[in-house]
Nanobody, 126 residues
């Protein structure tokens, strides 16, 4: 089992920044691909970004590319999402997810991920 706990959400004005953190415990963190997803009210959960087991490879949704940065610190068992130039349409509950796989294929598929955090609310005001 892997336990994931997100933090860092909040209310921010458009154009501002937030940094989300996800602390993991339970198994070897470096064995897991980590990702961030988000879900706005009335919408399906959507992929935001993912980082490989080593932290060396990252992928982003087109909607956040150039504004968000995902990073992974295996020594601290933590994955981060730095969010800059936030827009009102970024408002959602953000979820951290961990998947036990090595081939970076279908990384935007929620079914690829075995463990999920409880989510943290991000609200961007216009």
């Amino acid at each position: 089992q892997v336990q994931l706990v997100e933090s860092g959400g909040g209310l921010v004005q458009a154009g501002g920044s937030l940094r989300l953190s996800c602390a993991a415990s339970g198994r070897t963190f470096s064995d897991y691909v980590m990702a961030w997803f988000r879900q706005a009210p009335g919408k399906e959960r959507e992929f935001v970004a993912t980082v490989s087991r080593s932290g060396g490879t990252t992928y982003y949704a087109d909607s956040v590319k150039g504004r968000f940065t995902i990073s992974k610190d295996n020594a601290k068992n933590t994955v981060y999402l730095q969010m800059d130039s936030l827009k009102p349409e970024d408002t959602a509950v953000y979820y951290c997810a961990g998947g036990y796989f090595s081939v970076m294929a279908r990384i935007s598929d929620v079914k690829k991920y075995d463990y999920w955090g409880q989510g943290t609310q991000v609200t961007v005001s216009s």
